[in-house]
């Protein structure tokens, strides 16, 4: 591995063409494309932790990352629904003027369209951690919201949390489940507004704990790699024993 993790970066995000369609129309994930670590007669009794890759990417991005992170998870890799327009390549969770604006309904609605598969995935008690680069930390973080008891745990890699106020907010605060937020001090992706507002938001509604890198730009750097599995060992203890 090099310093900056391979894959793990957005394409030109700040300046991008932008998807047509309003969130609300968001088509459902496509099953077929999601990539597991193990197959369907190993995955009972084991946690699962769950992939969302960022704007103009795929699934394969942060599956390179699996061999890395602790095999006692099964791993599932899934992809956006949203092509973005010629030419940005890959898939995307919302309209890239998402990234600005106030609004966050095309954020709600991609976190909707997770949790519609996550439910046809697996069952109810099979222990769920999210682990998001950039706006598929965006999801993630507002599927936690939605859903606070569902999971057990966020990894924020640079994102930010989206607008708004959802209902469950209130029972996230109660319940304060633990997340994991890092970035770059050099990161020039994610508008300084954004990172304010999720620098005030999240320590009011969760376990924050994470680390701001010196020279890392909007990406994963092998440093930052080593605190997410040592986070994702912690989470691991913390889980109940199964039967």
Excluded at 200 to 229: F, I, K, M, N, Q
């Amino acid at each position: 591995m090099r310093d900056v993790v391979p894959g793990c970066q957005d394409v030109g995000m700040t300046d991008a063409p932008r998807e047509t369609g309003p969130g609300a129309d968001l088509p459902q994930l496509d099953d077929d494309a999601v990539l597991w670590s193990a197959p369907p007669e190993e995955r009972a009794g084991r946690p699962l932790l769950v992939l969302l890759h960022g704007y103009g990417s795929n699934e394969n991005d942060l599956f390179a990352l699996a061999p890395y992170l602790p095999p006692a998870f099964v791993i599932a890799a899934v992809r956006a629904p949203l092509s973005p327009p010629f030419p940005t390549p890959g898939w995307s969770w919302f309209p890239i003027e998402g990234l600005h604006a106030s609004d966050a309904t095309a954020a709600t609605a991609a976190a909707k369209a997770f949790a519609a598969w996550l439910r046809g995935a697996t069952d109810a008690t099979t222990p769920v951690g999210l682990l998001g680069f950039s706006q598929g930390s965006v999801i993630a973080l507002q599927a936690l919201r939605l859903d606070p008891s569902r999971f057990a745990f966020v990894v924020n890699l640079a994102g930010f949390v989206a607008d708004g106020d959802l209902p469950t907010d209130g029972e996230l605060a109660e319940l304060r489940p633990p997340v994991f937020w890092g970035r770059g001090a050099r990161d020039e992706v994610i508008p300084a507004a954004r990172v304010a507002h999720t620098i005030d938001w999240l320590p009011r509604h969760v376990e924050l704990s994470g680390r701001v890198y010196p020279g890392l730009t909007h990406s994963v750097s092998e440093e930052e790699l080593a605190d997410v599995v040592a986070f994702l060992g912690k989470q691991l203890d913390a889980l109940p024993a199964r039967e």
